[in-house]
């Protein structure tokens, strides 16, 4: 589990992040496997991109449990999340709150970067989310 190959840290002198689901810090201690997940996106196994913004997000995470999967990981070994969202708003940024939250709620937020970005690398892509994940 994460707990034994990362610290997560959220320094008092920082405020806290976690209301927004992320950490600020992810030390990494011990780890036999480094890996990283390509940014995925909220198309489905045919390809298929919806129009709505929460079904891409949460296809994504889906995505990438999957991806862990094949490498003997899981959502509580990512330390570290790249999410880019298209046209990124507060309503945008309230979704991903929630998924995450409900995705990590009994393990530490990984230490998280949201970027704003105009364009993904497909037509009609919302939001891609890069993971980096450390295993035993």
């Not at 927004?20 to 298929?48: M, R």
């Not at 046209?87 to 309230?94: A, C, G, I, L, N």
Request: with cysteine; hydrophobic share 40%; aromatic share 6%.
């Amino acid at each position: 589990m994460s707990q034994e190959t990362f610290k997560i840290i959220n320094p008092s002198t920082l405020y806290n992040p976690t209301p927004n689901a992320y950490s600020h810090v992810a030390v990494v201690e011990s780890f036999k496997n480094i890996i990283h997940v390509a940014g995925q996106g909220g198309e489905n196994s045919q390809g298929e991109l919806s129009p709505s913004f929460e079904e891409q997000a949460n296809q994504v995470f889906d995505n990438i449990q999957h991806a862990l999967k094949a490498a003997n990981a899981e959502l509580s070994n990512i330390a570290v999340l790249r999410v880019l969202v298209v046209d990124h708003s507060v309503e945008k940024h309230q979704i991903l709150i929630k998924i995450m939250q409900n995705l990590w709620k009994n393990h530490p937020f990984p230490a998280c970067t949201l970027i704003p970005v105009p364009r993904l690398a497909l037509e009609h892509m919302l939001i891609e989310v890069e993971a980096t994940a450390y295993t035993q």
